[in-house]
């Protein structure tokens, strides 16, 4: 008897363990970002970088990314007319108010605009970076 209830308790517990996994961010579309390494499954030819699994605020996100991008189309010589945040970054998802950024993918993004040559390679639209779902960084 007392061995089936171990049995029994091992089992349960295993069991909730299994299940009460860690939060996984995910992309605009509710695929996840962390299996694939590429940011999700998502084929539409804009760049997704992977994250690292820490958890920032749309704020953060936005004034990191927006920063980038203007500091790099200031040294390229570009004029380009981009959203102030947070637009500048929800208006990347399609389910984005308030939402928590992968840090990670945010520096993916900021790396991005980094590493952009010319003008035409600076585009505010095509790096999209990592949201977690269910959260609400704006209370």
Known sequence: MR????????????????????????????????????GGTINDGKLRPPGNGTMISEDQACAQMQSAFEARQMALGCSLTVQLCPGFVRGLQLDAMCRAYDEGSVQGCVAYYNGAAACPDLDPKHCVPTIFPETDTCM
């Open 3 to 38: 061995l089936s209830s171990s049995l029994s308790f091992a089992l349960a517990t295993a069991l909730i363990v299994v299940a009460c996994g860690d939060e996984e961010p995910v992309d605009d579309d509710g695929s996840s970002s962390s299996s694939s390494g590429t």
